[in-house]
């Protein structure tokens, strides 16, 4: 199936594309002169995501909301901050003339407060359900037939307008039954949830989602390198690996939410290594946009906080600053890499050597293999490996100091 060879670009498109934080006051939502057409502008960054070596195109919000995409109003119309249908219609049938997917982000979880069913709000004790105390996201009851329609009917409508895949956000927050019951049958479309911390592995058999986003392994990765403790890689490998007779899962070193990679790191030279095991692992892997020109930004917990991470960019790839192309090259060699070994989508990675600053990875698919040696130490490390799985033949490989270095059987 088609997601097994997905590689995702993942934008913002109320801040890629500069839009206004919040929707024009005093113009009625159907008012053309509400109508600004920025989704255009996606266009002329197909190609550069072609080039990247990524064959969809993951959107953030698009639908009509109050501010920030995640306070939706109506989920049938596009916000007018980016467009109308006809914008949207043309970029579906621009990215999909080149190949590229298209995927939604779908917020059925909570609305904004302007929604135009407050009788479908979830109650609590003390008023309104809200999402995580932010008082403008209403909850919506999923317990009501109303809104398990109404979700299902903006599935197959964009469904039928061309979206290839939906990420659900907040999707640890609906009951997983609740998805079971809504998705459309039609399993040509790629459905993945938000799912940050618990069972994933429990929550996609209950759900019948295709694939949930794996937070553990994101953490994992950063953290292993900024400690110095490939132990941590090591233990949620051992869990990735787990997930993958369920499902598999869709990975990533940063996304919409989080503190940008360049900034996460505490040594921006182990960036190089955080990609390379994004690459080597089982998923189907996303690459937040910015990040592949190390773009810099710190997520911070308060209004607004999330700006710096969801920035705007230039009209046009050719007007990118210089100092970011080479981590661009670094993605398109590793993605390269990805590309010429698609099996490992499905791999299982296990670990053949391991201190708390060196760690060799094998990535394996029936004769097939794809090792990773990653050296986080100041010095550098020889690694004493059987290279050969099916022989003798030893090979002691040397990795510099904060490099890394991938072998391969063919």
Same mark, same amino acid.
């Given at each position: ?23 024009? %006051? ?41 501010? $920030?995409?995640?306070?939706?109003? =109506? ?13 949207? +219609?043309?970029l579906i049938a621009e990215a ?36 995580? @105390? ?7 009851? $999923? ?20 979206? +290839? ?27 993945? @949830? ?62 919409? =939410? ?25 998923g189907v892997p996303s690459v ?28 046009? %790839? ?7 192309? %080479? ?38 698919? @029936?004769?097939?293999w794809v090792l990773l040696l990653?050296?986080?130490? +100041? ?17 002691? %490989? ?13």
């Amino acid at each position: 199936m088609w997601p097994d060879h997905a590689i995702w670009w993942q934008l913002y498109p109320l801040g890629f594309t500069g839009a206004e934080p919040t929707n024009l %006051p005093g113009v009625a939502p159907g008012d053309p002169q509400s109508v600004v057409h920025r989704l255009p502008q996606l266009e002329n960054w197909l190609d550069y995501a072609i080039n990247l070596g990524c064959s969809g195109l993951l959107l953030g919000p698009v639908f009509a909301s109050e501010t $920030h995409g995640y306070d939706t109003i =109506d989920h049938f119309r596009i916000d007018p901050r980016l467009g109308d249908d006809a914008d949207f +219609d043309h970029l579906i049938a621009e990215a999909h003339a080149r190949g590229l997917r298209i995927a939604l982000d779908g917020v059925f979880n909570h609305v904004a407060r302007s929604f135009a069913h407050p009788e479908w709000f979830r109650r609590g004790a003390d008023g309104l359900a809200t999402f995580e @105390g932010h008082e403008h996201l209403v909850a919506l009851d $999923h317990d009501r037939p109303e809104v398990a329609q109404y979700v299902g009917d903006v599935l197959r409508f964009w469904n039928d307008r061309g979206v +290839d895949a939906w990420r659900l956000d907040a999707a640890y927050a609906v009951p997983p039954e609740f998805w079971r019951d809504v998705l459309p049958r039609d399993r040509e479309v790629w459905y993945f @949830g938000e799912v940050i911390h618990g069972d994933y592995a429990s929550y996609v058999e209950k759900s019948g989602l295709d694939s949930v986003t794996q937070y553990e392994l994101w953490k994992a990765i950063w953290s292993s390198l900024n400690d110095r403790n490939f132990f941590e890689l090591s233990y949620a490998l051992g869990r990735h690996n787990a997930l993958l007779d369920t499902f598999v899962p869709q990975t990533f070193v940063g996304n919409h =939410d989080v503190t940008r990679l360049a900034t996460r790191l505490d040594d921006e030279r182990h960036v190089g290594h955080a990609l390379a095991i994004l690459f080597l692992v089982g998923g189907v892997p996303s690459v937040y946009a910015g990040d592949e020109q190390a773009y810099r930004g710190l997520k911070e917990d308060r209004a607004g906080g999330d700006d710096a991470i969801r920035p705007r960019f230039p009209d046009a %790839p050719d007007e990118l600053a210089p100092y970011g192309w %080479p981590t661009y090259r670094l993605h398109q060699e590793l993605i390269g890499l990805r590309r010429r070994h698609p099996w490992l989508t499905r791999a299982r990675t296990t670990v053949e050597q391991l201190t708390n600053e060196t760690i060799a990875l094998r990535s394996t698919h @029936g004769d097939e293999w794809v090792l990773l040696l990653l050296n986080v130490s +100041d010095r550098d490390q020889p690694f004493a490996l059987d290279r050969d799985q099916h022989s003798s033949r030893t090979e002691a %490989p040397v990795v510099p100091a904060h490099g890394w270095k991938f072998l391969t059987s063919s």
